[in-house]
Structure formats: structure tokens, C-alpha cells
């Protein structure tokens, strides 16, 4: 490797600065205010000791562990230890998100777009490209940690200190750098950059996964996850920092992996050279429907395989939970004088709604591809021969439902299955399906919202991952943050009885599937109608 | 009846306008060539003639049915070949020919081949291992091998080298012997020359010319060579005689057929010795359409000065 590989680097981190220039700001921002946002209404909401006492209770269980991860500084939970406990996980795995898209789109996207080509041409080094995208998601991500960690400052909160602010800002930066050089390697190794972004979603989640496992029942198993690290920071309580050296230290050894990785493949290759195929179609294979499938084969099962791990890895804190509750006699009585519901049963019930919001991605994804169809000028292939667009149109949405039910299935009865390996007393397959499955009607409302977007105009189907992310924040959030109910019945997945715990009712169900039905049903016009972009 | 017919197609882009009142009709047996510079809007009205655009007003027709509303039906009948050729990277060449085909319609096995022979494609590789001259290759195997009676070619072969080029106007013309129809966009004016029966041509979204190429040479000028026995100097001052380069007695210059008989008329009582006449080329058309504009909107801006 001589010294001119990293020729020109500046210029081109510059000019991904300006492609940038909206997006990465309102990134940056939005953590920002979320952040502060929250940290002030756990203020406010628990002012007095007896409050925060009591929401810790409910908080130091297995379950709630699994979810949000370890929890510090319990014996005084103030807005300090309460965002260490509750947000940062979660805010961890957005920032993680953010990068992963930010570095695919810069180095494997522009890749298959041809840009790189042509900046290759000019008098730019062989790795500058990629040095120029983890410089600036760097610069990013150091940028984030300082706003977000100033700006939970700035509250003058009590138990918001220095130290931990910066501590808290510097966590999230930190996973951030490490899923960018994450994305830099996948981007190396595969040709696609949809494979090289659901590859280090996939670590992504597998370190969510590792980090449940560990935080539930062995902490040596979390420490294989740079999730379980920065949770290990003891953010607001103890601060440690040499968490956040290793999460580093491993995201360099990542980095020096991918400029090796690089230096050695071709423009546009992936590590492994191109198979040959079959020189005929399958037949499956000669159907719109079958192409939509076919293109999608893989991401598909991946996320099929993903969302059952889930559901074990849910599942398996059911027994945790149960000898928790017998060992607490307190916890029983609260809760169980409090509501009808017992724990386990509210736990299901909260999960089955976070899977069924998480179920809605991989079929919103399916959507998107049409969209992505569209945009690489493909769809013009099949509209061109006597395909009609219902034909089109109708196979994409069709399997984007077949993707979420399918999901939900998988998730379900692995939590059935894992909570049958670990409980006495584990409900019937039946009972944990019906639950899981009520849900579907919020899902089509969702996934409707995706198909009226795509026949409207593919531009904005992001719309319906910001109602996606509203809906997920108020279900996860709602009950902590209080806040008020018109807010939460905005998402679809408000409306869905707790079958477990409550007798079914119809009446929302059936008025969401008519909502969904209304809006997909505009979709189909709408694309009908438009014109396509080719 | 035309087998294609486009009547005052205007399409805009918000407040840019792609195409004014285009009129475009193909018989049936005839090779349409359609050109002009980029950006004219030749792929903006064919992908009208495909119904994946709806036009803001006017009437685009194939087979008689609306192209909008009737895509489905017309494209039983009717073949495309774009010229950005955009395959899915992980399907093979010979997985794509067989959809294509199958969503087409007709699929004849044995023509396929034979065509994947003559084109010399390697069905097995994956798509997106292929040069950009074997992704279009894939799509003009799908087309040739279809029982289609319109093909509509969108510069189908800006990436292929010369033999295959030859190659695909031998496939055209055995289509044209076949009795089937052609739209061919293309920038390749000897190739628009050799295959076309008739030609449009669009600029900024207007038709400025159509015809037989034989009409169309006739609105344009004959290239002269000429060797005389005295000087014939005042060529260069008459009226429709342009790019004269004189030496003495010998000349070359171009002269507008409306003034060929008055310009013959004095080079013959010059004595001619040797006397060489080309036809106008397709380039000659194509060009002065442009330096004309050119001059008119000099005159403009002249006009706006004064
Ligand atoms: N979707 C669109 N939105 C806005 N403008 C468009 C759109 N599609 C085409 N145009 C514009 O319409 C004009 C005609 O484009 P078109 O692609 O038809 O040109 P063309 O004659 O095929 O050119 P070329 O020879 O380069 O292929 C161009 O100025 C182009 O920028
Ligand atoms: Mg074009």
C-alpha cells in the first residue's frame, strides 16, 4: 500500500459532507432533543423519591432487563440512572442504524451506482473513498456525542452531571463508530449494497440478542456484545470509561480490516468471485410474484430467522420471570392486586406488540424494493411486456403481508417454544398465537400506509417509517412517560385488546382491517394512475 | 389505419415541457427511424407509447387501442428494447430471457437459441457480471425471439460493437422481409439511413421534420464536385451555394436543391469537365437543422439588439 492511497481524501469527505448536509445535522439534532426531552420528563414525571422507588420496583425484573438491559444505581433511580437504564440501549441502536446507512450509502451504493468509477478515475487514491466516509461518519459521530452529552448538561438536572452527560454522549458515539466500521467491512465483502446493510443489521441484532442472553443470565456471555459493553459503562452511576476503549479499540481492528479487505478485491466485485447460474428460468421464476420473491430470497429468510431468535431469546427470560416472581412475594401482590394481569402475561402481551412493530419492517422493506425497482429503472422490464401494474403492484403488496404474518408466526411460536423449554406452566401454542395475531390488523394498517405511499409517490414512504417509530416509541414508552392517551391511540397497535388478559373484543379490530383495506386500495389507484419513473 | 399513431402528443414535466404536439405514425410493415439530440424527447415518447407515462394531452395509439389505458393488450403484440439496458444483478442472462419472454407471451425455444448463438451470449453468467453491450444483448435476444408485430428499439445499439451492430440490422431487416414494424430511436445516422423507411425528426420537443428519406434529401442540398475548363468564381456569391472551396477551375460545394438548377445552369456554361454528385446524407439533414437554428437564433438576438 504506497502513500498515495488516501490521495484526495479531504476533497471527497467534503463532498460527502454537502450530499449530506440536511440529513446528517437532523440526525444530530433529533438524538439531541429526544434526549433531552426524555431526560426532562423523567423529572418531572417521578419527583419524589416514593415515585422513582416505586417505577424501580417494577423495573428489577428479568424481563425488563431482557428488554432494556442491566440495570445500575436501582437503590436511587433518578432521571440520571433512569436514562442510562431506558434509553441508552435503545437511542444505542438507532445511532447504530444511522451509521450502518450512512456508511453502505456512501461506500457499496455509490459503488454499484457507478460513482465510485468515476471518482476512481480522477486523481483519488484506492482507499480514499472509504477513508473519506468513516472520517466524516467519525467526525459525526464525535459531534453527536458532544451535543448529546452538552445538551443533557445544559439541563441542570441533578443527577445529570457532567461526567455522565459526557459519558452518555460519548456511548452512543461510540457504538456508532463501531457498526460504521462494521458496514465498511460487510461493504467489502459483498457486491450488494442491500446485503452489505442487512448483514450488519444482522449484527446488529445478534448484539442486542448476545446482550439480552448475558444481561438475563450470564454476564460473561454479554461481554461478546457491543451492546452489553457500553451498558457496562455504568453511565450516570459509576461512569466507568474503558467500556468505550474497547468498543473503539475492536471498531479500529474493523477498520484496519476493511481498508485490507478493499485493497485487495476489484472495483465493483465482492470478495468472492461471481458463480455461474442456470442458463433457464424456473418456472416460478416467470411470474411477477416469483421474480418479487426470488429477488428478495435471501433478506427474507434472514429476517424470518431473526425475528424467531427474537422470540426464543424473549421467550427464554419467561422462566427467569416466573422464579422471580415466586421469590418476590411483594412484586406478586403488587401486581397482581394492581391489574387482573400478571407479569408474564403484561410481558407477552408488551412483546407481542414490539414484534408485530418489528414484523411490519421486513414487509415495508418488500415495498420498498418495488420502490428501489422503480428507481433502477426496472420496472420498465416488466411494464413493457404485457404485465399489468395490478399484476405488479398487487404481488409486491401480497408478499409484503405474506412477509409480515409470516414474521409474526415465526416470532411467536418461538417464544412458545422457548418459553415451553423454560417454564412448568408455559400457555398453550393457541393462547400465544391468538395473541400474536390480533396484532395483524395495526400491521395492515401499517403496511397500507406503505402501499398508498408507493402509489402515491415513492419519495415518501419514509413517512411511514417516522409513524412506524412513533408508533414504537409510545408503546414503549407510553406508560413511562405518561403520556397523554389521545397521543398513544395515533399508532394502530393502541387499539389491539390484551386477548390474554382481557376477553377479545372485535369492534377495533374490524375497524382497523376496513382502514387498511380503504388506504391499500388508494395505493392501488394512485399507481395506477402514475406515472412511473421507469 | 396506422399501426402506430401519436396525435399532438404534448407531455410536461411540471412547467418543462418534454414534447409539444408531437405526430407520429408507423405503418404497418414500415421501419420508423426516430431521431435527434439527447435530451429531445425520443424516450419520453416512447415510454408514452408504452404506457408507463400518461400524456398531459393528446392521443397516443398502437394496434388502434389507447397506449395508456390498453398497455397490457398492446404489449402482447409489441417488443422493447431500451438503450440503458437495467438487468437484476443476481438472476442469470438466460433466467431474464426466458421472463422476459414468458411476460411477453410468445416464447419460442428454439429461435431463442439460435439467437443467443448468433448474438453470442452466454446465458449462464450472471447479470450483473455482464458488459453493458451484453445486458442489451440479453434484451434484443428477449425481443428477436418474440412473436411481436410492433418492435420498438430506444438506441439498442449504443453499446454493441460493429459486428453486433451488423448483426441487429440484419435482424431488423429480416423483420422488415417478415412484413413486422419498427420504431428505432437511434443516434447512428448510417444506421437509421440503411434501415429506415421513413424518419421523424424532434428537437426541444417538437417534430421539426418527417418523410421519406427521399423527401427529406429533397429539402436539403446535393454535395457537387466539379472540375471546369474556365474559373467559376462567382460560385461563391450565388444564392443556395454553401462550404465552396474553389482552387482554379476545380470545386466542392453544396448546394440547396431549390437553387441546383440556376447554380448548374452557370457551372455548365463554365465547361464542365468532370462533374461528381452525392445525395445528401442523414448527417447533412441532421446538421443543418442545427446550424440553421443555430443562425435563426443568432438573427434573434440580432433583432433583440437592434
Ligand atoms: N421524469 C422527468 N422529469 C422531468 N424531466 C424529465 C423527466 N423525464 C425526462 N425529462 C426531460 O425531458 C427531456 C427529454 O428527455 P428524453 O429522455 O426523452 O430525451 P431523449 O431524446 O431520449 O435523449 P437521449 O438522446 O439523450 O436519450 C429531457 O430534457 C429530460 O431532462
Ligand atoms: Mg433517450
Not at chain 1, 425497482?373 to 399484476?391: D, I, P, Q
Not at chain 2, 464542365?272 to 443555430?294: G, K, W
Request: glycine content about 8%; proline content about 3%; aromatic content about 10%.
Amino acid at each position: 500500500m504506497n502513500n498515495n492511497s488516501f490521495e484526495k481524501t479531504g476533497i471527497l469527505a467534503r463532498f460527502i459532507m454537502r450530499r449530506d448536509r440536511v440529513r446528517l445535522p437532523v440526525w444530530i439534532l433529533s438524538f439531541a432533543v429526544v434526549s433531552m426531552v426524555v431526560a426532562i420528563t423523567f423529572t418531572d414525571l417521578y419527583a419524589s423519591v416514593e415515585e422513582r422507588q416505586a417505577i424501580a420496583e417494577t423495573m428489577k425484573n428479568p424481563a425488563m432487563t431482557a428488554l432494556f438491559g442491566e440495570a445500575y444505581g436501582m437503590n436511587d433511580y433518578t432521571a440520571g440512572p433512569m436514562m442510562a437504564h431506558q434509553m441508552l440501549l435503545l437511542t444505542a441502536i438507532v445511532v447504530g442504524i444511522m451509521n450502518i446507512l450512512f456508511v453502505a450509502r456512501h461506500t457499496r451504493t455509490s459503488e454499484e451506482d457507478g460513482q465510485i468509477e468515476l471518482i476512481r478515475a480522477l486523481p483519488t487514491g484506492r482507499l480514499s473513498q472509504l477513508s473519506a466516509t468513516l472520517l466524516i461518519s467519525t467526525v459525526v459521530n464525535i459531534a453527536l456525542a458532544l451535543v448529546v452529552g452538552f445538551g443533557l448538561y445544559a439541563l441542570q438536572i441533578e443527577s445529570i452531571d457532567l461526567e455522565g452527560s459526557l459519558l452518555y454522549g460519548a456511548a452512543l458515539g461510540t457504538v456508532g463508530i463501531f457498526f460504521a466500521a462494521v458496514t465498511a467491512v460487510f461493504a467489502q465483502v459483498v457486491e450488494s449494497s442491500r446485503n452489505a446493510i442487512a448483514l450488519s443489521f444482522s449484527v446488529l441484532g445478534i448484539a442486542y440478542i448476545i446482550r439480552a442472553i448475558g444481561d438475563v443470565s450470564s454476564e460473561f456471555v454479554a461481554w461478546f456484545s457491543p451492546l452489553g459493553w457500553i451498558l457496562r459503562t455504568e453511565v450516570f452511576v459509576n461512569n466507568y470509561w474503558w467500556p468505550l476503549l474497547l468498543t473503539i479499540g475492536v471498531g479500529l481492528i474493523f477498520v484496519g480490516l476493511s481498508f485490507y479487505l478493499h485493497g485487495i478485491r476489484d472495483i465493483g466485485a465482492g470478495l468472492f468471485p461471481a458463480k455461474r447460474g442456470k442458463s433457464t428460468a424456473h418456472t416460478f421464476l416467470l411470474h411477477p410474484f416469483g421474480l418479487a420473491l426470488r429477488l428478495q430470497r435471501t433478506g427474507i429468510i434472514s429476517w424470518l430467522i431473526g425475528m424467531s431468535v427474537l422470540g426464543m431469546t424473549y421467550g427464554s427470560v419467561l422462566g427467569d420471570l416466573e422464579a422471580f416472581l415466586s421469590d418476590s412475594e411483594l412484586m406478586q401482590e403488587l401486581l397482581q392486586s394492581s391489574a387482573g394481569a400478571s407479569i408474564t402475561e403484561q410481558y407477552i402481551t408488551m412483546l407481542m406488540s414490539v414484534m408485530a412493530m418489528m414484523c411490519v419492517i421486513p414487509a415495508v422493506m418488500v415495498l420498498l424494493k418495488l420502490k428501489g425497482e422503480e428507481m433502477k429503472n426496472r420496472t420498465e422490464n416488466l411494464f413493457s411486456r404485457a404485465v399489468s401494474r395490478l399484476k405488479v403492484f398487487g404481488s409486491y403488496v401480497g408478499l409484503a403481508h405474506l412477509v409480515g404474518i409470516f414474521a409474526l408466526l415465526v416470532s411467536a411460536v418461538g417464544l412458545w417454544l422457548a418459553g415451553l423449554a423454560v417454564m412448568d406452566d408455559m400457555m398453550s401454542l393457541g393462547t400465544i398465537l391468538q395473541a400474536a395475531l390480533v396484532y395483524v390488523p395495526a400491521m395492515w394498517v401499517m403496511i397500507s400506509l406503505a402501499t398508498l405511499f408507493i402509489g402515491f409517490a415513492p419519495s415518501t414512504v419514509y413517512v411511514t417509517w417516522i409513524y412506524l417509530g412513533y408508533a414504537f416509541v409510545v408503546s414503549y414508552f407510553g406508560g413511562m412517560l405518561q403520556l397523554p392517551t389521545w397521543l398513544e391511540k395515533i399508532s394502530p397497535f393502541a387499539h389491539i385488546p390484551e386477548v390474554i388478559s382481557e376477553d377479545m373484543t372485535y369492534g377495533s379490530l374490524v375497524v382497523l382491517t376496513i382502514i387498511s383495506l380503504i388506504i391499500s386500495w388508494s395505493g392501488f389507484i394512485l399507481y395506477k394512475k402514475r406515472d412511473l419513473l421507469g | 389505419m396506422p399501426l402506430l399513431q401519436a396525435t399532438h402528443v404534448t407531455k410536461t414535466f411540471g412547467n418543462f415541457t418534454a414534447l409539444d404536439q408531437v405526430n407520429i405514425e408507423v405503418n404497418k410493415g414500415e421501419v420508423y427511424g426516430f431521431i435527434g439530440p439527447n435530451g429531445a424527447g425520443k424516450s419520453t415518447m416512447i415510454r408514452i407509447l408504452l404506457g408507463i407515462l400518461q400524456v398531459t394531452s393528446g392521443e397516443a395509439t398502437v394496434f388502434g387501442m389507447d397506449a395508456w389505458k390498453d398497455a397490457v393488450h398492446i404489449h402482447k403484440r409489441m417488443a422493447y428494447v431500451p438503450g440503458d439496458v437495467n438487468l437484476w444483478p443476481n438472476l442469470t442472462g438466460g433466467e431474464v430471457i426466458d421472463l422476459f419472454t414468458k411476460l411477453q407471451g410468445s416464447s419460442n425455444k428454439q429461435r431463442k437459441d439460435e439467437l443467443m448463438e448468433i448474438f453470442d451470449l452466454d446465458p449462464t453468467k450472471k447479470c450483473r457480471t455482464y458488459s453493458k453491450g451484453n445486458r442489451q444483448k440479453v434484451a434484443l435476444v428477449a425481443a428477436f425471439a418474440s412473436d411481436a408485430e410492433l418492435f420498438i428499439f430506444d438506441e439498442p445499439t449504443s453499446g454493441l460493437d460493429p459486428l453486433m451492430e451488423r448483426t441487429f440490422q440484419e435482424q431488423v431487416l429480416k423483420l422488415k422481409d417478415a412484413g413486422k414494424s419498427v420504431l428505432l430511436s437511434s443516434h447512428i445516422l448510417s444506421e437509421v439511413e440503411k434501415l429506415c423507411d421513413r424518419v421523424g425528426i424532434i428537437r426541444e420537443g417538437k417534430m421539426i421534420e418527417t418523410g421519406t428519406l427521399e423527401e427529406l434529401r429533397h429539402l436539403t442540398r446535393m454535395h457537387i464536385s466539379v472540375e471546369t475548363k474556365r474559373p467559376i468564381l462567382e460560385l461563391a456569391s450565388m444564392k443556395g451555394v454553401h462550404d465552396v472551396v474553389l482552387d482554379e477551375n476545380k470545386g466542392s460545394f453544396q448546394v440547396d436543391t431549390e437553387a441546383l438548377e440556376s447554380v448548374m445552369g452557370y457551372v455548365s456554361k463554365s465547361g464542365i469537365v468532370h462533374l461528381e454528385s452525392a445525395p445528401p446524407t442523414l448527417e447533412d439533414l441532421f446538421m443543418r437543422h442545427y446550424e440553421s437554428d443555430e443562425a435563426s437564433q443568432a438573427d434573434e438576438v440580432g433583432r433583440d439588439e437592434q
